[in-house]
């Protein structure tokens, strides 16, 4: 094989890899806010409970003040009943009585309504709380592997650019100049192989002697459609690299 054609494909592989690697770099800042996200809605929702207990509390207390006007109300009648002089006035006493009772039994229901309400409520701000303490286990658990994430690809974008450079200073500076420039109009992917006939990129026929020239790996040849400099995999290391994983 040509000796720049096998160091372009090794230069691809590795700028490849290099731009895999930036992007999880650039990602790297939306992942920890997905991460603050999910804390700050986990605390929004024990908020939210905690508001919604408060409140119920609230409005208890008002109803039992309430409560306490009408049983002092309810207490000041009856012992003023015990003081008429007329049928008259006992019967009206009476309405006041039974009018301050039914408010008295219309305030106690609802304080009983509170007090389930209370308990729903409470275990609704338990139930809260606990996610955001397993919310906050996971998130921890999270940032320390996308730490090591981050700081593992460094380390390898800075062998990667060092193996980069070294393999660059090999190719001669026409070919490479014809690699940077598709690379950077193929939105980096500047090496294609050509199999069957067919550029596998931009899928387009390549003519028959060309295809064939290309065969030879013995030459720079570009693809007539997209530009990319073609190369060709005989078939015995084409059924091979079915089998493994190419970066």
Known sequence: MNPDLERLISLQRIDSTIGDGERRLAEEPDRQQALDARIDDAKSKVSTARERLTQSQTSRRDVEKELAVHQGRLSKFRDQ???????????????????????????????????????????????????LAKDTRIVEDDRKTLAADITNIRKAL???????????????????????????????????????GICTICHVRLRPQVFNEVRRNDQIIQCDSCNRILYFVPDSAATEATQTTTP
Do not use: C, W
């Open 158 to 196: 800075e062998g990667l650019r060092a193996e980069r450079a070294s393999l660059v200073a090999a190719i001669s500076p026409q070919v490479l100049s014809t690699f940077e420039l598709v690379s950077r109009r193929r939105h980096g992917i500047a090496i294609a192989e050509a199999r069957a």
């Open 81 to 131: 009943l015990m003081a008429v002089k007329t049928n008259v006035e006992y019967q009206a006493m009476q309405k006041e009585i039974e009018f301050a009772q039914h408010e008295v039994k219309i305030l106690e229901d609802r304080i009983l309504e509170f007090m389930l309400e209370a308990d729903d409520l409470t275990a609704a701000v338990k139930s809260a709380e606990a996610e």
